[in-house]
């Protein structure tokens, strides 16, 4: 079975720091998709980053980087400069390739210190 | 761009009340879903559709309906609302190649007392 695996219910971090969120999946595919996404306040759900399974380099988006794992089916997500505005509960998620079911993480909330 | 329009956004319920939740979206996705939120479980599929008059049950589809007569429309139906239903509701949708990004909703809060 497909799962997502998010140890980490919260996390804190400096303004200005660097954080980096964990996550782990289980999967007997070899390809597939795994995504992190951003629930702020709003509730809005957020796509921050991607990355496809059979690409060896990690995705970055500006502050936003991955280490991404395959042989350890790990999957983590780091921010760099943190800011504010990065406060939010934020999502891990799997897609295996032509399938429709995305499965998600429960989810680790970040708090920004200032 | 609207893209993924939920109505209503919030919404109080009595035991026992029906309502329905309307998903519309403008990108021409052929698929979508409904997702329920709570707290410390994440998202849980409830129904999700690959097209224009097909819908299929997801993990936790018990006291939903959903049609989905109209590509860009993607109902989500509460029969007689019961308190454990209380949960936020998320429509996506995503177009139909691998790996393309599931384009969420803003949600919508159901409080069913």
């Not at chain 1, 996404?37 to 980053?49: A, D, G, H």
Request: aromatic share 12%; hydrophobic share 35%.
């Amino acid at each position: 079975a497909q799962t997502v695996t998010q140890s980490q219910p919260e996390m804190s971090v400096q303004e200005a720091e660097t954080v980096t969120l964990s996550c782990t999946y289980d999967t007997s595919e070899s390809d597939y998709y795994l995504f992190w996404y951003k629930q702020p306040p709003s509730r809005q759900m957020i796509l921050v980053i991607r990355q496809e399974a059979y690409k060896q380099q990690n995705a970055t988006e500006n502050r936003f980087s991955v280490n991404f794992q395959k042989a350890a089916k790990s999957f983590s997500l780091k921010i760099s400069d943190s800011q504010l505005g990065d406060a939010a509960m934020y999502f891990c998620a799997s897609l295996i390739s032509g399938t429709y079911k995305y499965i998600f993480g429960t989810g680790t909330r970040l708090k920004v210190l200032a | 761009n609207a893209g993924v329009t939920q109505t209503p956004k919030f919404r109080v319920l009595k035991t026992g009340q029906s309502m329905t939740l309307l998903c519309a979206q403008d990108m021409n996705h052929e698929y979508m879903y409904w997702y329920r939120q709570d707290p410390g479980m994440g998202l849980r599929l409830i129904h999700y559709s690959v097209g224009e008059g097909t819908t299929a049950k997801g993990e936790v589809p018990d006291g939903y309906n959903v049609s989905r007569l109209k590509k860009q429309n993607f109902l989500l139906g509460l029969e007689s609302a019961a308190p454990s239903q209380t949960s936020v509701y998320f429509c996506a949708s995503r177009v139909f190649s691998s790996g393309n990004t599931i384009y969420f909703g803003e949600g919508s809060w159901l409080t069913v007392v």
